[in-house]
């Protein structure tokens, strides 16, 4: 069974920078994509970057677009997640989530899910 754990949030001023990490244990990420989703206080859930299994394919939302790189680390079975220029709408609870070989438009798709961490962006 495959486990996610997220580290690398906090609290960070405005224009700052943060890198989240999903590390996975229980099985390879070599089968799965990776999307890293956020949750602010009252509003919906976003998918807000994927990366496909094989590492060639990304995405991003068009909030972070420029901003944020996702990326893959075989060897440590664990995909980051850059987080350049944060603004105080960054802030949420990141998720990452799994799912089978491509991504996503449907979070009810991805198997696997991190519990998430918090990311605070002050002004």
């Known amino acids: 069974q495959l486990q996610l754990v997220e580290s690398g949030g906090g609290l960070v001023q405005l224009g700052g920078s943060l890198r989240l990490s999903c590390k996975a244990s229980?099985?390879?990420?070599?089968?799965?994509?990776i999307g890293w989703f956020r949750q602010a206080s009252g509003k919906e859930r976003e998918r807000v970057s994927c990366?496909?299994?094989?590492?060639?394919?990304?995405s991003y939302s068009d909030s972070v677009k420029g901003r944020f790189t996702i990326s893959r680390d075989r060897a440590e079975n664990t995909v980051n997640l850059q987080m350049n220029s944060l603004k105080p709408e960054d802030t949420g609870v990141y998720y990452c989530?799994?799912?089978?070989?491509?991504?996503?438009?449907?979070?009810?798709?991805?198997?696997?899910w991190g519990q998430g961490i918090q990311v605070t962006v002050s002004s």
């Open positions: 989530a799994a799912v089978n070989w491509v991504c996503s438009d449907y979070a009810d798709e991805f198997m696997y």
């Open positions: 229980g099985s390879s990420l070599d089968y799965y994509a």
């Open positions: 990366i496909k299994s094989t590492g060639d394919w990304t």
